[in-house]
């Protein structure tokens, strides 16, 4: 069973703070790597991708990926009110079209 | 990315009956997917819905309970049958816009509740 590793929270993160969202995967042969960000009653919505090793940054979004040792974090500079949510980490499985999801972490920016 | 849009976005439904949820997509996409959402939970993958062949379902998901259609490269539609309490849950489509990327973008989703 191909798994996608999360910690729950709630992680809680000062405004203004950087927020640290890490992430493990156990598929080897996963090629893409993606960080969704689904508000309470609402569906996800894409923020990052990545598909190579190093970091990627979008405004106050990097992601880093570490193919090797599996894991993808996200981190949120200048973290503010509106960044409060679940962020999901999804991996492509490798033998299949599809992605799979993690559980998400609860992120909580308190002002 | 594409606009999706759903229908309905919610319904409460009394057990035993059946439901059919409507995803429309504003561009021609090659995959489709269904997903399910219980309250509190990730996402699991329902079923991959491709234009022009039957569906391909997850473990522990069958066409008899959830049959799906997709009639065109803009359209598809999941039925939630016989329907049981257990069943409550948000159900969302995605597509995958450009195959090459693997990148999904989700509907708003259907919030149904079974009495």
């Known amino acids: 069973q191909k798994e996608v590793e999360q910690n729950s929270g709630p992680l809680s993160v000062p405004e203004g703070a950087i927020a640290s969202l890490n992430c493990t995967y156990s598929d080897r042969g996963s090629q893409s790597f993606f960080w969704y960000r689904q508000y309470s009653g609402k569906s996800p919505e894409l923020i990052m991708s990545i598909y190579s090793n190093g970091d990627k940054e979008d405004g106050r979004f990097t992601a880093q990926l570490n193919k090797a040792s599996q894991y993808v974090s996200l981190l949120i500079r200048d973290s503010q009110p509106s960044d409060s949510a679940t962020y999901l980490c999804?991996?492509?499985?490798?033998?299949?079209?599809?992605?799979?999801f993690g559980s998400g972490t609860r992120l909580s920016i308190r002002p | 990315s594409a606009v999706i849009s759903q229908k309905p976005s919610r319904d409460i439904c009394q057990r035993g009956t059946s439901l059919t949820i409507q995803c429309q997509v504003d561009?021609?996409?090659?995959?489709m997917f269904w997903y399910r959402q219980q309250p509190g939970q990730s996402l699991t993958l329902i079923a991959t819905a491709n234009q022009g062949s039957e569906a391909t379902y997850e473990s522990g998901f069958v066409i008899d309970k959830f049959p799906i259609s997709r009639p065109n490269l803009t359209f598809s539609t999941l039925t939630v049958s016989n329907m049981s309490p257990e069943d409550s849950s948000i159900y969302l489509c995605s597509v995958e816009v450009t195959a090459s990327t693997d990148t999904q973008y989700f509907g708003p989703g259907t919030r149904l509740t079974v009495l």
């Open positions: 999804a991996v492509t499985e490798s033998s299949a079209s599809k992605i799979i």
């Open positions: 561009s021609q996409v090659t995959m």
